[in-house]
């Protein structure tokens, strides 16, 4: 019988675009936006994923990575005679103002690096050199920081346009000199601005004789001890706040800066009822049109499977059938829908806007969802027919 | 046993069955008593609202009368549950709707195997069996078309070929050649005829349609809601008021 089922539904072509159309968009809806909301979530912590070090120290009432607060530089030599320190390194973040050759002015973030170790130093440099990067007043500017604080000029075709920031360039920071030595590949940051490298000496200068500018201070646990062991003796020997710096969302551990800085943006912005009323109007629109889709396809077929019961079939197999009929359905929108968020995402990553990161998860989420909203549209088919009675096929 | 007890197919007694309110109460059947023989063709015959599709209904085990008895091929239908009427219809009982009930979206085959498929048969025989069935009732080659496409006449023999292609002892037919004209509602009696006459089944036609009367081997009449006759030559009936 379900093998007609599927007829029964392949059969009607119109209803079935019908009904794939609610579940694909529905299905589309759900992942495209999660997708989003969690790529923008990834930038939350960022930082984390450019500057390298298994542990973070920072002041004890520091809640995420982008809200620095600032730490004595005598700090650092506590850090280091931590019992299981293999060495810790300075780290400076901090906003501030760049001002472009053109006059335009930029919010960049300037981060200080030990320029001995270069511990947290960018991994990948496109161009240049990251020994230049030692030479007086130079920096080195992410590869979407130099587009954004590109020269604008005129394009062939007379439109205003931006040349990329490249090596040998230059503009100010607080009225002192940056000079690019070189160009890297970062993944960019939640702000949006230009992450901007420099050593963490320079970044004083650049801040203007800030009475603290250590943020952070990057610490490299000896052979043998674990970060989060590591991160419980300096807590309890400094009385310092240590993170781990694990960003894999799935496998945070308890101390991940990178967990505490997602929820904290989870609890203190609107990004999550944002998304997700944006995913659950993808469920209601989903319920709403395949739900009234089937339901109208089951009350076109009233009349057949009121034939089907008085010819001797129980309410259990026209319940099967109706189920083997609403789950095709949504398998096929969920593929549907799924592919065109993928194809969208695709295309998204390829622009660099905005984020896109489809974890396994969303797909298994999103299919259980469409999967939900099949089994809505089933149950509302199969009460209908269980209330019509088999006689009354007698009744013309 | 007697010789006549074991030829009854059909046996209804005391039938009552009432529809509404107590307040607003409509009487369809009223101590109404009915039996069919095996390897006969009764037809119930009678103005409309007496009661004939109610009774059907009652044989078939698609209703559950409120009083009498019924009995099918020895089964006592008024004391069972639904599954068991459920399953009592699968397996003894064929239809052939006034309306034809031929689901648009199967193929002609895929309509006919329906009845062999609720049974539990494999596909593969219940094609086979209802590929066989489509060739008696005429429509060889038409087998993979949409019922749609046929005539009415075509769409009651695939109907036809449905009720008795897994062998039903008992043939239900409501008002067969209502929607056809004089000569297709002639040939489909013929057909339902020659096709369902065997020693052990027993067709039971509802009908208002007094052309195809000469079909049958006995024919009852309803009369407010209980049997006022059964005659064995149709020109003993006065169909005026049919």
Known sequence: ?396 | MSHEAHSIAVRASGVDMFFGTPDNQVVALKQADFEARRGELIMLVGPSGCGKTTLLSVIAGTLTPQAGTVEVFGQRLDGLGQEELTAFRRKNLGFVFQSFNLIPTLSVIENVMVPLLIQGRPYDEARARSLSIIDKVGLKGREDGRPNALSGGQQQRVAIARALVHEPPLLICDEPTSALDKDTGAHIMQLVRDLSRSPERCVVVVTHDHRIFRFADRIAEMEDGRISRVVDDPKLLDTTHL
Request: net charge positive.
């Open chain 1, 1 to 396: 019988m379900y093998r007609l089922a599927l007829n029964m539904l392949f059969g009607d072509r119109a209803k079935l675009a019908m009904l794939l159309c609610g579940l694909a968009f529905s299905a589309l809806l759900m992942a495209q936006q999660s997708s989003v909301f969690f790529g923008i979530m990834s930038w939350t912590y960022t930082p984390m994923v450019n500057i390298r070090a298994q542990v973070w120290v920072s002041d004890p009432m520091v809640e995420q990575v982008n809200d620095a607060k600032p730490l004595r530089d005598t700090d650092l030599g506590r850090v280091r005679s931590v019992d299981g320190v293999a060495w810790a390194a300075p780290l400076h973040t901090s906003f501030v103002q760049a001002r472009m050759q053109d006059g335009n002015f930029k919010l960049i973030t300037l981060v200080g690096i030990d320029a001995d170790t270069f511990a947290g130093a960018p991994a990948v440099l496109t161009q240049g050199r990251i020994e230049d990067h030692r030479l007086p007043d130079t920096v080195i500017v992410d590869e979407w920081g130099a587009s954004l604080m590109g020269r604008m000029g005129v394009g062939p075709d007379g439109k205003p346009r931006s040349t990329p920031l490249k090596v040998g360039d230059t503009f100010e920071i607080n009225d002192i000199q940056a000079r690019i030595v070189g160009i890297c590949k970062v993944k960019r940051a939640f702000t949006g601005g230009p992450f901007v490298y420099t050593t963490y000496d320079r970044a004083k200068g650049y801040t203007l004789g800030a009475r603290r500018t250590l943020s952070f201070m990057l610490v490299e646990p000896q052979k043998g001890v674990t970060p989060a062991e590591l991160c419980g003796r300096i807590e309890r020997d400094t009385g310092l706040k240590a993170w781990t710096s694990d960003t894999v969302i799935w496998n945070w551990g308890e101390r991940s800066l990178a967990r505490n800085t997602f929820w904290w943006f989870w609890t203190n912005t609107g990004i999550p009822f944002s998304f997700g009323t944006a995913v659950l109007l993808g469920l209601f629109v989903g319920i709403a049109i395949s739900g009234q889709t089937f339901y109208s396809f089951v009350l076109e077929n009233l009349k057949y499977f009121a034939a089907i019961k008085a010819m001797g079939a129980g309410m259990g197999v026209i319940a099967r059938m109706l189920f083997v009929q609403a789950f095709t359905a949504g398998l096929i929108g969920f593929g549907l829908g799924a592919g065109m968020a993928q194809a969208i995402g695709r295309a998204m990553i390829e622009k660099g806007m905005p984020p896109f990161v489809m974890f396994p998860q969303i797909l298994w989420a999103t299919f259980a969802l469409v999967l939900g909203i099949s089994f809505v549209s089933a149950i509302i088919g199969i009460i209908k027919v269980s209330r019509v009675d088999a006689a009354s096929v007698f009744r013309g």
